[in-house]
């Protein structure tokens, strides 16, 4: 069966960096969206970055500039590089896949065809 195991999450100063891994099991996606979305105690989920099969990739206004999203194919895992943290990031992050070829269901619908189960940034000032 299809999984998607997160890691790479834990605590970090603000400013510091880290990079959260997914790693995809049961199947191809290279022909898939994938993405990464957080959230926030009270809050709404939020989608953070998306990459299309293609390479390109869409991300959220309060992280661009800090964030890089990117895959290895060969690998079969995704790729979120965090740079210049900031206390609001502080979230459970969650990798995500979509079987379609564009990104329109997940990056606008917020739907996707599997989730991880989430790895946890706490972003301390």
């Known amino acids: 069966q299809v999984q998607l195991v997160e890691s790479g999450g834990g605590p970090v100063q603000a400013g510091g960096s880290l990079r959260l891994s997914c790693a995809v099991s049961?199947?191809?996606?290279?022909?898939?969206?994938m993405g990464w979305f957080r959230q926030a105690p009270g809050k709404e989920r939020e989608g953070v970055a998306a990459?299309?099969?293609?390479?390109?990739?869409y991300y959220a206004d309060s992280v661009k500039g800090r964030f890089t999203i990117n895959k290895d194919n060969a690998k079969n895992t995704l790729y979120l590089q965090m740079n210049s943290l900031k206390p609001e990031d502080t979230a459970m992050y969650y990798c995500a896949v979509d079987r379609a070829p564009s990104c329109l269901k997940l990056w606008v619908g917020s739907e996707a065809s599997y989730w991880g189960q989430g790895t946890q940034v706490t972003v301390s000032s």
């Open positions: 049961g199947y191809t996606y290279s022909s898939a969206c």
């Open positions: 990459i299309k099969s293609d390479g390109n990739a």
